[in-house]
């Protein structure tokens, strides 16, 4: 089986052909970064005008890279949300519109759900259930992968994603778009410990995720003066790192049946943070599960292979489908609305 995944759903636009049994094909991306970067961030009409210009091209850049045709696709799965909505739909727009050309069934992915199985596209042993932390540019989540369309939400943020915290705190230190990069390579220059910062909710009862005072306590050294900005990159990015590892520890804790703990996500593109949940899984005597970099930020891909995912268990979607700007893993989050989904 060959599945067709297209991704629209932020400032990444990309195609990819991928079998039942993960073999990537072909996989074609275009990133916007340099359109965005005068902004500091993505401008959402400049997203959906430039996804128009490129994902046709990179469709068929994709189909050609494999030697195949459309109708040698058994099915076509594109990004239905959540994410910026006019991305989303020029992405699914395309996705129906090649799915009603080739007469091939349409699967509407939820993007969050293309993170949280990609480590199933790097590693075919991986089973379930997992433990996933997903950290994005808008998500920070501990997920319970129990299967398919089968997720737990055990935390979730409070104010800032993890991606936000990295982006913020890149721009505060004048280190450009896209953020998390750049903080990384400037951590790597500094000093750890060489600036106080704070580690919200770590060693709290509850289990969420907060980073919007780690944000602000990182403005305040900016201004301060007094440090290096790789002094700041390295210690805040130290902060984060000690406060993933608290929340993931404490749920690792209380789910003793996971068969691996796993990260996703285009934050784990991050080498301090894998390094520290590697040796956070060995501590709990987990295998880790990190897809490679270019399969963490967004891609096609993972889209691709969470429609063969889903197209194995007979999970196709009408073409009336409707793009979602928000759209949570989890059933209960749904039902819970504004909780910081
Ligand atoms: P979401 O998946 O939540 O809809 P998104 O699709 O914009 O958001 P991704 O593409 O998965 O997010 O990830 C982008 C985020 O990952 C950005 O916030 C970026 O700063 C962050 N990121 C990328 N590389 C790194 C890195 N090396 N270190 C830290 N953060 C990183
Ligand atoms: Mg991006
Ligand atoms: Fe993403």
Redesign the pocket.
């Known amino acids: 089986t060959i599945i067709l995944g297209l991704e629209s759903?932020?400032?990444?636009t990309a195609a990819a052909l991928v079998t039942h049994d993960g073999r990537i094909l072909a996989h074609r991306l275009a990133t916007q970064e340099a359109e965005h970067r005068p902004y500091g961030g993505?401008v959402p009409e400049l997203a959906a005008r430039a996804h128009v210009e490129v994902l046709t091209p990179l469709v068929e850049g994709a189909l050609a890279d494999a030697g195949l045709k459309l109708a040698d696709v058994d099915a076509i799965a594109a990004t239905a949300g959540?994410?910026l909505i006019g991305g989303v739909m020029v992405g699914l727009v395309t996705g129906k519109a090649l799915a009603h050309a080739a007469g091939k069934p349409l699967i509407a992915v939820n993007?969050?759900e293309g993170?949280a199985l990609s480590p199933r596209l790097a590693d075919r042993t991986l089973q379930f259930p997992y433990m996933l932390l997903l950290?994005?540019?808008?998500?920070c989540q501990l997920l319970l992968v129990r299967g398919v369309g089968d997720y737990a939400r055990l935390a979730t943020t409070i104010d800032d994603?993890?991606?936000?915290a990295?982006?913020k705190t890149?721009k505060l230190l004048g280190l450009g778009y896209?953020?998390?990069?750049a903080?990384?390579a400037a951590a790597t220059r500094g000093n750890p410990h060489g600036v106080p910062l704070p580690r919200p909710l770590v060693g709290t009862a509850e289990p969420h995720f907060s980073f919007a005072g780690l944000k602000s306590a990182v403005m305040r050294a900016a201004q301060a003066g007094t440090h290096s900005v790789d002094d700041i990159a390295a210690s805040f990015?130290q902060a984060a790192i000690d406060c993933l590892m608290d929340r993931t520890a404490r749920q690792l804790r209380a789910h003793r049946d996971v068969t691996a703990l796993v990260v996703a996500?285009?934050?784990a593109?991050?080498?301090a943070?894998r390094g520290a949940l590697a040796g956070l899984a060995a501590a709990y005597d987990l295998p880790f599960v990190a897809p490679p970099?270019w399969l963490?930020?967004?891609n096609g891909a993972m889209i691709a292979w969470a429609g063969a995912e889903r197209f194995a268990l007979g999970l196709t979607d009408g073409l009336d489908f409707a793009a979602r700007p928000r759209w949570p893993l989890d059933p209960d989050a749904q039902a819970a609305r504004g909780a910081g989904v």
């Open positions: 759903s932020c400032d990444e993505v959540p994410g993007h969050l993170h950290v994005s540019g808008g998500h994603a993890a991606g936000e990295f982006d890149a896209p953020g998390g990069p903080v990384e990015q996500g285009g934050v593109a991050n080498q943070i970099l963490c930020t967004d």
